[in-house]
């Protein structure tokens, strides 16, 4: 197997690249088409996007989604750059399709976030990405709680509402299940975390910055961990089942039917 190029020396840097440029000219890449990456900045991002991805083609059912939630999409080269994973070609075709219909994505694009997974606990999520992303770090309560190191987002794609439901604050743990829709599930901690540290990250934009999302993972002595944003910061928290707080709700994502 080569060596790295991040353990070249500049002379060794240098002549790996001339190869490359060689290569791509013998491949039918002309040396002047490096200029059309200096001039548009559109390409300039499409090719690392593309790079990123091991040179992977965006799927045709990923694009669609992407086109009908807009925004809301967030799409394996933002898992990439931000939270450094790397994808095998198991993987990326696992996530080739999105696997919500045409009819669920419409009616949810202004409300919920499409993004895909990647197996990930909050505390490797955490320490992932800049600091100051989350609100605590070494003096955070859930350090050592098994749902932080042990939870993990599962290798799929994720539909999940990017705010509490209407109505459901001011409502104890099983008040709140009532409310959950035929199809859809609470979600865990670490899939809001996740989604909320990716969404910032990436749209520069807070989610549950009102309001806690208040989630399936259970922490020590029965709490149930909330999900929110405190001074623009991701953070965790937890209540008491039988507890009513007017600042916490309940977020919902749409339930995954894996293939058989």
Same mark, same amino acid.
């Given at each position: 197997?080569?060596?790295?190029?991040?353990?070249?020396?500049?002379?060794?840097?240098?002549?790996?690249?001339?190869?490359?440029?060689?290569?791509?000219?013998?491949?039918?890449?002309?040396?002047?088409? +490096?200029?059309?990456?200096?001039?548009?900045?559109?390409?300039?991002?499409?090719?690392?996007?593309?790079?990123?991805?091991?040179?992977?083609?965006?799927?045709?059912?990923?694009?669609?989604?992407?086109?009908?939630?807009?925004?809301?999409?967030?799409?394996?080269?933002?898992?990439?750059?931000?939270?450094?994973?790397?994808?095998?070609?198991?993987?990326?075709?696992?996530?080739?399709?999105?696997?919500?219909?045409?009819?669920?994505?419409?009616?949810?694009?202004?409300?919920?976030?499409?993004?895909?997974?990647?197996?990930?606990?909050v505390l490797?999520?955490?320490?992932?990405?800049?600091?100051?992303?989350? +609100?605590?770090?070494?003096?955070? +309560?859930?350090?050592?709680?098994?749902f932080s190191?042990?939870?993990?987002?599962?290798?799929? +794609?994720?539909?999940?509402?990017?705010?509490?439901?209407?109505?459901?604050?001011?409502?104890?743990?099983?008040?709140?299940?009532?409310?959950?829709?035929?199809?859809?599930?609470?979600?865990?901690?670490?899939?809001?975390?996740?989604?909320?540290?990716?969404?910032?990250?990436?749209?520069?934009?807070?989610?549950?910055?009102?309001?806690?999302?208040?989630?399936?993972s259970q922490?020590?002595?029965?709490?149930?961990?909330?999900?929110?944003?405190?001074?623009?910061?991701?953070?965790?928290?937890?209540?008491?089942?039988?507890?009513?707080?007017?600042?916490?709700?309940?977020?919902?994502?749409?339930?995954?039917?894996?293939?058989?």
């Amino acid at each position: 197997m080569p060596e790295s190029i991040a353990n070249l020396s500049p002379s060794q840097v240098v002549g790996r690249f001339s190869k490359a440029q060689r290569l791509l000219e013998e491949g039918g890449l002309p040396w002047e088409a +490096w200029q059309l990456v200096i001039d548009n900045p559109k390409a300039r991002q499409r090719l690392v996007s593309y790079w990123r991805l091991g040179c992977y083609e965006t799927s045709t059912s990923q694009k669609f989604a992407r086109k009908i939630m807009g925004g809301n999409f967030l799409g394996l080269e933002d898992v990439i750059k931000h939270f450094g994973a790397s994808f095998s070609d198991d993987e990326l075709k696992a996530l080739a399709e999105i696997p919500f219909d045409e009819k669920t994505l419409r009616g949810c694009h202004k409300t919920h976030v499409l993004f895909p997974g990647y197996p990930l606990s909050v505390l490797e999520v955490r320490s992932k990405i800049p600091r100051g992303t989350f +609100w605590s770090y070494e003096d955070a +309560w859930y350090d050592s709680q098994t749902f932080s190191a042990n939870e993990k987002v599962e290798l799929r +794609w994720y539909l999940v509402s990017r705010d509490i439901l209407s109505g459901s604050t001011s409502k104890n743990w099983d008040e709140q299940e009532k409310l959950i829709p035929e199809s859809w599930e609470r979600p865990s901690a670490v899939e809001m975390a996740y989604m909320a540290a990716l969404y910032k990250l990436t749209r520069g934009k807070d989610l549950f910055a009102k309001y806690w999302a208040w989630t399936r993972s259970q922490a020590s002595r029965g709490g149930r961990v909330g999900v929110g944003s405190c001074g623009g910061r991701v953070d965790l928290d937890r209540w008491h089942p039988a507890d009513h707080d007017d600042r916490l709700g309940l977020a919902v994502s749409r339930k995954f039917q894996k293939e058989t």
